[in-house]
């Protein structure tokens, strides 16, 4: 599948709404049990992307997009402490 050419209008719109989604997301998981809350962002995540796609390689796509952005905000999370060593 090949990836769409999207305007830099479109790109403006959603980092604005990213933010927004951020912002709200934050206040819910600060006022929720995490492990409750985590579930349901993923649920809704998941449910998005199914719902917006009309073809297998499409969700697979924006499922590939999704994860990637995931592994690096992991990357670039700066935790303060120490770290564990692995077992």
């Known amino acids: 599948m090949e ?3 999207i305007p830099q209008d479109d790109l403006l719109d959603v980092m604005e709404m990213t933010q927004k989604l951020e912002s709200h ?3 819910i998981l600060k006022e929720n ?3 409750l809350s985590m579930s349901a962002l993923m649920s809704a995540t998941i449910n998005c992307m199914l719902g917006q796609c009309k073809t297998l ?3 697979v796509f924006y ?3 999704f994860m990637q952005i995931f592994d690096s905000s ?3 999370i700066k ?4 770290e564990e060593p692995s077992s």
């Open 74 to 76: 992991i990357r670039n």
């Open 79 to 82: 935790i303060k402490g120490k």
């Open 25 to 27: 997301i934050s206040h």
């Open 3 to 5: 990836k769409p050419a």
């Open 63 to 65: 499922r590939n997009i």
């Open 33 to 35: 049990d995490l492990t």
């Open 57 to 59: 390689d499409e969700v």
